[in-house]
Every structure is written in structure tokens, then in C-alpha cells.
């Protein structure tokens, strides 16, 4: 099953790793330093140029999601009821 991210971006929901609220990830140095080697080795998305809510980790990328973390959350909770 797949998850939208915003924009027309859809992952596999396979290949999720993990979905983080930008507003806490970006308070730690070691978090702004993993985003910061990440766009500079080109593993970042950003899906809406102004503005993220949300950082999604896949085993290949990494996104910038304009979309909440809580809704993305539901998003894959629910993808997640439907598989099983």
C-alpha cells in the first residue's frame, strides 16, 4: 500500500522508516547535523519549497513533508489496518 507525503509524492508504505514532527527534530544538534550531511550527500526531498511539518525516513530518502506528523501517522496506521 502506499501513503501520500503531500505534492504528488506517494511512498510504499514497505519502505517507511519513520515520521518525525520537524518542529522536534530541528531543536537537537545532532538531528540538524544528520538533515544537513543528508541534503548535502542529496537524500532529501523537500515536497512544498516554503514550508515542512514533517521529516519522513525511508530506507532511500529522507522527505519534507508539508503534511503533519499526526496525520501522516494516521495515514500509515491506517494503510497498516488494511493489510492485515
Do not use: C, W
Not at 541534503?39 to 515542512?52: H, K
Amino acid at each position: 500500500m502506499f501513503i501520500h507525503l503531500g505534492g504528488d509524492k506517494l511512498i510504499n508504505s514497505k519502505s517507511l522508516v519513520a515520521i518525525l514532527n520537524a518542529d522536534s527534530v530541528l531543536g537537537a544538534n545532532s538531528s540538524k547535523e544528520f538533515l544537513k550531511t543528508a541534503q548535502e550527500e542529496g537524500f532529501i526531498a523537500n515536497l512544498d519549497q516554503e514550508e515542512y511539518k514533517s521529516i519522513v525516513i525511508t530506507d532511500k530518502d529522507i522527505y519534507l513533508s508539508p503534511i503533519s506528523s499526526l496525520t501522516l501517522r494516521k495515514r500509515a496506521d491506517f494503510v497498516d489496518n488494511l493489510s492485515e
